[in-house]
């Protein structure tokens, strides 16, 4: 069974960095493909950042593409996603995922793509 949970949010203002953590159980993050994901209220979770299963691929959101980097530590089993140049609207809860099938194309952005969730943890930039 996969287990996730994500770490390190917070409230930060407009222009600083947070960098989330998302512990993942053994082998997991060496094993699969893993996103990023966020929810504002009244909004759809949407798609915020993606590393493939080796490591070597990752793909962003166009709204936070240059400003967030997603990155892995397999030794730690940890996947993060550094935050900078925050923005208001980048307030949200942040979710770690892990896609445990295979997949081609865009589908990595898609939510269906991934069969296991954290908690989350709330991200709030202040203007």
């Known amino acids: 069974q996969v287990q996730l949970a994500e770490s390190g949010g917070g409230l930060v203002q407009a222009g600083g960095s947070l960098r989330l953590s998302c512990a993942a159980s053994?082998?997991?993050?060496?094993?699969?493909?893993m996103g990023w994901f966020r929810q504002a209220p009244g909004k759809e979770r949407e798609f915020v950042a993606n590393?493939?299963?080796?490591?070597?691929?990752?793909r962003y959101a166009d709204s936070v593409k240059g400003r967030f980097t997603i990155s892995r530590d397999t030794a730690m089993n940890t996947l993060y996603l550094q935050m900078n140049s925050l923005k208001p609207e980048d307030s949200a809860v942040y979710y770690c995922?892990?896609?445990?099938?295979?997949?081609?194309?865009?589908?990595?952005?898609?939510?269906?793509?991934?069969?296991?969730w954290g908690q989350g943890t709330q991200v709030t930039v202040s203007s």
């Open positions: 995922a892990a896609a445990t099938l295979p997949y081609s194309g865009r589908v990595y952005a898609d939510l269906r793509t991934y069969a296991y």
């Open positions: 053994e082998r997991t993050v060496s094993s699969y493909a």
């Open positions: 590393i493939d299963r080796s490591g070597t691929i990752t």
